[in-house]
């Protein structure tokens, strides 16, 4: 089978040798999990192994393989990331076929084994091997491989494969799963990294289509005034979630948002979930430097004495709690008829969009179901940003239902400027490669940044329109703002180097008393010592820590 494409006309030259095809094995229409087969010259590569029935997989494979030259059906795998439907299959594939060589990101390589909780860590074979980010290593002879950030989960990456030949550079970028918007642990990808790459390829996910979001800020809101209410009405909440990802952006959430913070509240976390947050206190060097400096004043994840309390649930204390207002994070596949028991107080059950999960109609207690969005991808708006950023010969798009890709496919933004596919499983698309492409131009984007709150740590991210201006030089010389409300709109202004000499004439503070006032490390009353407790806190002029360092020492 071939697919059915909308092409431009956009290849104005004689199209080269079909040096590029993709054979998608699965395509993530429903929960089947995403395995992709690139033919780039003579190089074929794997991308993802999510499939949840490996066995077809497994059997395809070893035809195609007793069919070639090579014992092997690939020459190696790449894996984006660490969820399920990306990763699953590949410990029956490493047994299958134990010298297919498997790469991936350090922190994805370390956080695979959660696919397999039903086998002991040390019985899994360490078969992955971790790449660098941001640089190209070459993997074959001629085919370069380079992973970049792609937000959404820990170790998430963009992959970029590239095939030079005497007469040409092929470039395919494949996205994983995405997230343009920074999260409470996560950074998003950064588009600065991609753009003016020349790619021939782009596969992208589509999983929420054409669909247009709030801001996260506003979708974190109103997920946690629900759960707010809820805890009000003298009800317990309960939030199945995946393993990794959500479940620890929701702890983040919780311990951080103004309606919760120092609240006399128990927060459980149950099963794979705790595993996960076990998972993500490993990795925390690898984690963006605000958790980190969370993690500084403060435990992570689980933490008795300072409020809400994050403990694990023990098994024995699942039936119990909730006779008194708390909240539980528990499997996206647990029965939850464990947790709402008759002797309990009423629950809510609050279910992600978009994550396919069981509930039953009725449960011991009594209980109400309903659903919020906390997106980890991005949505249309951002997809199609993407796309006119890296403005590629081709897009194919998978991981998504086949009415949602359909949506996008049928953009004619997208059909006008681009070659676009939306193949099914078993639909070879071939990917033919003009000598000449003219680069259409990116039609205007609407991104106006994001702001991120992770306990008294405000990021605020700001588009490259604004950053790449002169006048950004001048803004940001010191690194200090200040900032006023002007009606309902937050104004900003850069503070100056004069700025602050003229702030600190203000304030006498003597030069004989080590106090923060003399410290080397304190600017616009603000400490800038990451060896420091009070790091990026405001701090008095008359205050004092042991990282003092006087403003007159030897630098």
């Known amino acids: ?48 192994c999510g499939l949840k029935e490996s066995s077809l997989l497994l059997s395809t494979l070893t035809k195609s393989a007793g069919k070639g030259s090579s014992p092997l059906p690939a020459d190696l795998v790449l894996i984006s990331h660490a969820h399920p439907d990306h990763a699953r299959g590949l410990l029956a594939l490493h047994q299958s076929f134990p010298l297919l060589p498997v790469y991936a990101s350090e922190v994805t390589s370390k956080l695979l084994p959660l696919n397999w909780p039903d086998q002991a860590p040390q019985e899994i074979p360490q078969f992955c091997h ?132 120092g609240r006399d509240l128990d927060i459980w976390v149950d099963g794979a979930v705790a595993s996960g947050c076990d998972a993500y206190l490993e990795l925390l060097p690898h984690l963006p430097p605000s958790v980190q400096n969370f993690a500084r004043h ?21 039936a119990t709690v909730g006779k008194s207002p708390c909240i539980v994070l528990t499997d996206s596949t647990s029965d939850f008829g464990q947790y709402c028991q008759p002797d309990t107080g009423p629950w809510l059950i609050l279910l992600p969009e978009k994550i396919d999960i069981k509930v ?36 194919v798009f998978v991981h998504g239902s086949s009415t949602y890709l359909a949506d996008l496919t049928s953009l004619e933004e997208l059909q006008n400027r681009y070659h676009v596919h939306s193949p099914s499983a078993g639909t070879l698309v071939e990917l033919p490669i003009g000598d000449t492409f003219l680069q259409p131009a990116a039609p205007e984007t609407n991104y106006e940044g994001e702001l991120t709150e992770l306990g008294t740590v405000i990021t605020i991210t700001l588009p490259d329109a604004i950053t790449a201006d002169p006048r950004w030089r001048q803004f940001a010389d010191t690194g200090l703002i200040e900032g ?37 490390h304190q600017r616009g009353q603000r400490c800038w010592n990451p060896a420091s407790p009070l790091y990026n806190f405001k701090v008095t002029l008359e205050g004092y820590c042991p990282a003092f360092e006087r403003l007159n020492d030897s630098q």
């Open 130 to 261: 971790a790449l660098p980010l941001r640089s190209p290593v070459e993997l074959q002879d001629g085919l370069v491989v380079e992973l970049f950030p792609a937000g959404h989960l820990p170790g998430a990456v963009a992959i970029l494969l590239t095939y030079t030949t005497v007469q040409h550079s092929y470039r395919l970028l494949y996205t994983g799963d995405f997230f343009l918007s920074n999260s409470r642990l996560v950074e998003g990808l950064r588009l600065e990294e991609l753009r003016g790459l020349d790619l021939s390829v782009l596969i992208i996910e589509g999983t929420y289509g054409t669909s247009r979001h709030p801001h996260r800020r506003n979708q974190e809101n109103q997920l946690a005034e629900r759960i707010n209410r809820a805890i009000a009405d003298n009800c317990s909440v309960l939030l199945p979630t995946p393993a990794l990802g959500l479940g620890q952006e929701l702890l983040m959430l919780l311990r951080s948002h103004h309606h919760f913070t």
């Open 360 to 395: 039953h109609k009725k449960y011991l207690a009594p209980t109400t179901i309903d659903s919020y969005l906390l997106a980890q991808h991005s949505d249309g708006p951002g997809t199609t940003q993407l796309i006119h950023n890296l403005r590629p010969q081709h897009v």
């Open 298 to 318: 403060q435990p992570l994840f689980w933490d008795e004495r300072v409020r809400p309390r994050v403990r694990r649930l023990p098994p024995e204390h699942r």
């Open 1 to 48: 089978m071939r697919d059915n494409v909308s092409a431009s006309s956009r290849v104005d030259a004689g199209e080269t040798a079909n040096e590029l095809e993709c054979l998608p094995y699965s395509v993530q229409h429903n929960d089947e999990g995403v395995c992709l087969l690139v033919r780039m010259g003579p190089h074929r590569i794997l991308l993802d």
């Open 484 to 520: 006023h409300w002007q009606g309902e709109e937050l104004v900003l202004r850069g503070l100056s180097q004069r700025d602050l000499l003229h702030q600190n004439s203000d304030r006498y503070t003597s030069s004989d008393v080590d106090c923060c006032g003399n410290c080397r």
